[in-house]
């Protein structure tokens, strides 16, 4: 049973460059959320997506955006960058079901770092 | 509002018992979550309570919830090196909707030998 897996593991962009960051959900989950974490903080929400369309959405400026794909996978791409966006970015994948709690599970995490 | 704070560190001797305390503001939080990350990994699910829940136990994993403080621990039974690791307490008040998560700034346990 595949948990969640991001890709890649690392990546290293400068100033004003563009990124892409994929995820694929663990086996059975249907809604992907993605997280920030700097340095020493807890990670942030960005946005979660389900049925292919942005869900909710944290306190992030729209230089981050996302999508999803009809297999449930997900990516993340964030515009402009600038050095405050150098952190592990992390994916979370949960069953979205109305009556019981299910919990996120997440994946290992992309570190970018910005130059 | 939305706050979730946690003590920064917390050293303790291999065989005896960890207790991690986080406190919590939001009073419609439906769900507490306890995760775990290692260095250079992402969080792992330890375990979880319904805010209408007391107490959780899990193998040598208890979670005391008190609600009338908004205090949350997470008590772990004779603790490993293992068990070295940063701990996060996270409160979610959608529950079964978006599911969005709060997190605390984590507390770092460390395991002596």
């Known amino acids: 049973d595949a948990g969640v897996t991001q890709s890649p593991t690392h990546l290293i962009k400068t100033r004003g460059q563009q990124v892409t960051l994929r995820c694929s959900p663990k086996s059975g989950h249907d809604t992907v959320s993605w997280y920030q974490q700097a340095l020493g903080q807890g990670p942030q929400f960005i946005f979660q997506?389900?049925?292919?369309?942005?869900?909710q959405r944290g306190n992030f400026p729209d230089r981050f955006s996302g999508h999803q794909f009809p297999n449930y996978s997900s990516e993340l791409n964030v515009n402009a960058l600038l050095l405050g966006d150098s952190a592990l970015y992390l994916c979370?994948?949960?069953?979205?079901?109305?009556?019981?709690?299910?919990?996120?599970?997440f994946g290992d995490g992309t570190r970018l770092s910005i130059l | 509002g939305e706050d979730v704070e946690q003590s920064l560190f917390l050293s303790v001797r291999e065989g005896d018992s960890s207790v991690i305390n986080c406190t919590y503001t939001d009073s419609s939080s439906t769900y507490l979550y306890w995760y775990k990350q290692e260095p250079g990994a992402g969080l792992q699910l330890l375990t979880y309570i319904f805010s209408n829940m007391d107490m959780k136990q899990d193998q040598r994993l208890t979670v005391l919830l008190n609600k009338k403080d908004k205090h949350l621990s997470l008590r772990i039974a004779d603790t490993q090196t293992g068990d070295s690791a940063i701990y996060f307490c996270a409160e979610s008040m959608d529950g079964g909707a978006t599911n969005k998560l709060i997190f605390g700034t984590g507390t770092l346990l460390a395991v002596q030998p």
């Open positions: 979370a994948s949960s069953l979205a079901k109305s009556n019981s709690n299910q919990p996120q599970h």
């Open positions: 997506y389900y049925e292919e369309e942005e869900r």
